[in-house]
């Protein structure tokens, strides 16, 4: 499966923004999702996740409720809602996607597949 990260920006402190992973190849329906982050100097680390059904989501304590993950299965798309954004959340967000069937982790190393990244900026 290929995936294609978008919807990245530049916004002031406490805005939104939605990004958008659009998957090709494969039954996308098949993918739990993920999305991570990698903040300037700073290794990579987990945000969300979304089970295959979407039935099940998964955030990192972190965040305090401020994003949202979810899928749209028709459109071969997955979401990250971000709201009341804050200077570290500044940094390059990667969607990605553990192989067919299995399920969603914490680790980036259980994902097989991943976007390309999309920068988001938050100034204050």
């Known amino acids: 499966v290929q995936l294609q990260a978008s919807g990245g920006g530049l916004v002031q402190t406490g805005g939104s923004l939605r990004l958008s992973c659009a998957a090709s190849?494969?039954?996308?329906?098949?993918?739990?999702m993920g999305w991570f982050r990698q903040a300037p100097g700073k290794e990579r680390e987990f945000v969300a996740a979304i089970s295959w059904s979407g039935g099940t989501t998964h955030y990192a304590d972190s965040l305090w409720g401020r994003f949202t993950i979810s899928r749209d299965d028709a459109k071969k798309t997955v979401y990250l809602q971000m709201n009341s954004l804050m200077s570290e959340d500044t940094g390059v967000y990667y969607c990605?996607?553990?192989?067919?069937?299995?399920?969603?982790?914490?680790?980036?190393?259980?994902?097989?597949?991943w976007g390309q990244g999309t920068l988001v900026t938050v100034s204050s």
């Open positions: 190849g494969g039954t996308f329906s098949d993918y739990a």
């Open positions: 990605a996607a553990p192989r067919a069937t299995m399920p969603w982790d914490l680790l980036e190393s259980q994902y097989d597949y």
